[in-house]
Structure formats: C-alpha cells, structure tokens
C-alpha cells in the first residue's frame, strides 16, 4: 500500500511495532568500497569530503592480494579495497561494476546468530562466521548477499578494542585534512531491477525482519520524462534504514535505469551522510572541490516557505544562503530537514553522496523529488544517457 507524501507521520514507536527482534541491528559498522586504485580514493575522501586516516592493511602488513584503507569521520567508517594482483577475486566486481559499494556491514551484539537466523529465513551465503584476533582481542564475523552482488556483513567487536580489526594496523598520516562535519549515515539506498523492489522489501521483511515504513509510487515520484517507485526499509530500532528504488515507465530513461545500466545490475546507488551544520558542510565540501547537482530554480526556492508554512516550521537557516549552495528542503508535521546531492563520485554515473540535515523530519525529502530528479535528468542530457 501507498500512502500519501503528505500524511507521512510515523515515529520510532511505529516501527518497533512491526519490526521482528531476531536480528537486533546497533548500527552501521563500516561501508566497503571496492575501488580500481584505494590510494587515490582515499586521498580524495580525505581531501574532498573530510575523512580521517584510521587503519590500513596492505603489502607492509602482510596483506599479500589486496589493500584497504580505512578512514573515518565521527561515526561514518569507510573501507577503500583494492585488489593488488590480476588472480584476485575483487578485480571481476570492479570490472562490471566499476567502482562502488561491495559491503554494508551490520554492528551486531552477536555475529553467529545473526548469521543462523537470516540464512534459515533464506540469506544466500557469503562468508560463514569466523573469527579473527590479534593482541587487541577477537571479532566475529559473517555475511550474507542481498541485492546484486552487494553484501551484508555482521560485524561483532564487543571482545575487541584496537582500532578497526584484526589484520589492519593504525594508519598515521601526515596528512589530516580538516573533517566538515559528517556525523553518521542517515541511511543507504539500493537501486533494483525492473519489478525487483517487493522481491527485496519482502526479502528484508521476512530475512532481516525490517518493516516498510514508507512507500512512494511512481505517481508521486515522477518529472515529464521519467518515474520511479521506492520503499523504505527500517531495522527495529531505526538506526538502519534502506530504501528501495525500481524503475517505472517514463517517457525516456530514468535516472535508475541509467545507473542499473553502468553499474551492470543492482547495487547502493546512494549513501546519505547526516550533519549538524549543513551550510558549513556543503560550503566546505565545495570549496574542496565535492561537485554538487545543479541547484534548483528559483520557483523551487519561492516555494519553500509557504511549504514551511503549511507545517508551521520557522526556517533557522537563511533561505538565501541554501539557495546559493543548492541545498534543499523540504518539511512534514515533524519539522523540516536540509538536503543536497553530489555527481556521481566516479565516472560511471552510478554511485553519489547525499547530505542530509535533519530538524525534526523523518522522511526522504518526498517534497524535493521533483526538483532533484529534474537536476539529475539536466545531467543525464549532458551524458546523453536521458
Ligand atoms: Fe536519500
């Protein structure tokens, strides 16, 4: 069932309802990037987004095939993969993929149950439990495939206090750009085939014991020239939440069918980053070069506070300096929230970041769908690829 952009109005309490505990989710541990050369890559989510240099594995640690770095700004962890010899496994899935996202990996209390629980309920395998340990202690864990050839690792670290994991050691650098203020990952979204989004709500339902909190159909979700249909899937406690993109019929190709079509199937089409400060944020991340969709126009933007209005919202910010960074917004009963889209971050058109600020709403920003969609189609033209 659909509901109504309008009447979103669903607290925590809601979701704890519906949502089953046999798989209790405490966060987001890290997000795995397999990547044609992690050197690069890191240096660039250093120097462009703010990351801080945590851990590394490579030649010098014994890794023999394949080197990661791990960098981290307040509670966001990414791991940068790249394989280091033509033999090694990793290469295929940079091959079809290009660069993106391998693993979004689960904090778990408990890595083994959460393993036996999801593949009963029907998770495809990916990696049995095994544990790990060095002189810091053990972690436990376990994976299972969800959409694509994207994975969900369980991550359990409460028998371990170094700095990332067994295998990698810290990375000291030299070099410490200042972070912007990336706080936490708001949520991650999965792009999916034709017809593919209920497969993957119910897989989450019935596997990982998620409930659909939000749905937004093709009406709703649509410019002139194409549509979309999402759903958004939370864990019991809120803290993960994974909404589910298809593509619909539309006049030309929509922006999902472009990524399905350069990312070579499904994958995480997009990772949503949460501030405290998303003037500061974004006006940082542009002058590090970050390249954001082309700002809205001016009727967007005249729009707004009768859209706050309607909600009996004060805007905080200065309407004048969000419009000159592009930052969007867009409100509910609960209040407003801030949010803005980067290009894709590689060359392929398929993996970008979201910054998203939150000020008491809950949603996706539904009200802005028209207006980012219609960016992304300005940049799809440029690409030929709309
Ligand atoms: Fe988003």
Redesign the pocket.
């Known amino acids: 069932m659909s509901k109504k952009v309008e009447s979103v109005n669903y607290g925590l309490e809601k979701i704890f309802e519906g949502a089953q505990d046999f798989l209790p989710l405490l966060g987001t541990d890290y997000v795995e990037l397999y990547v044609g050369n992690a050197k690069q890559a890191a240096h660039f989510y250093k120097t462009a987004f703010g990351f801080q240099s945590l851990a590394y594995k490579g030649l010098e640690t014994g890794s023999k095939d394949t080197v990661s770095y791990v960098l981290k700004q307040d509670k966001i962890r990414l791991v940068l993969t790249s394989p280091l010899t033509s033999k090694q496994e990793i290469n295929k899935h940079i091959v079809k993929h290009g660069d993106g996202v391998k693993v979004v990996a689960l904090w778990v209390e408990d890595a083994r149950s959460a393993y036996e629980e999801t593949t009963k309920r029907g998770a495809k395998s990916y990696l049995e439990p095994i544990v790990e340990k060095d002189e810091h202690g053990e972690i436990v864990k376990a994976g299972i495939y969800t959409y694509g050839e994207t994975v969900h690792m369980f991550v359990e670290r409460k028998n371990y206090n170094g700095t990332f994991m067994p295998g990698f050691v810290e990375w000291i650098s030299d070099y410490n750009p200042e972070p912007v203020g990336l706080k936490y990952i708001?949520?991650m979204?999965g792009n999916v085939g034709w017809n593919e989004m209920n497969i993957w709500v119910k897989w989450y339902e019935d596997v990982m014991g998620f409930v659909n909190f939000l749905s937004f159909d093709d009406k709703q979700i649509h410019t002139e020239y194409s549509a979309l249909m999402s759903k958004v899937m939370s864990n019991g406690n809120g803290r993960i939440k994974f909404?589910i993109n298809e593509p619909a019929e539309g006049k030309k190709r929509s922006q999902i069918e472009e990524y399905l079509d350069f990312y070579e199937g499904p994958g995480v089409q997009?990772i949503?980053v949460a501030t405290d400060d998303i003037v500061k944020a974004v006006t940082d991340l542009r002058s590090r070069g970050v390249e954001f969709l082309s700002t809205p126009p001016d009727e967007y933007y005249n729009a707004v506070p009768g859209r706050l209005e309607e909600f009996s919202h004060e805007l905080r910010e200065d309407l004048d300096r969000l419009k000159g960074l592009g930052i969007m917004v867009d409100a509910d009963e609960e209040g407003y929230l801030l949010?803005i889209?980067t290009k894709p971050i590689q060359d392929r058109p398929t993996m970008f970041f979201?910054i998203?600020q939150r000020m008491g709403a809950k949603g996706?920003?539904a009200g802005n769908f028209k207006a980012l969609f219609e960016s992304i189609e300005r940049e799809q033209k440029l690409r030929g690829t709309l």
């Open positions: 708001d949520h979204v909404p997009h949503a949010q889209f979201e998203i996706f920003g």
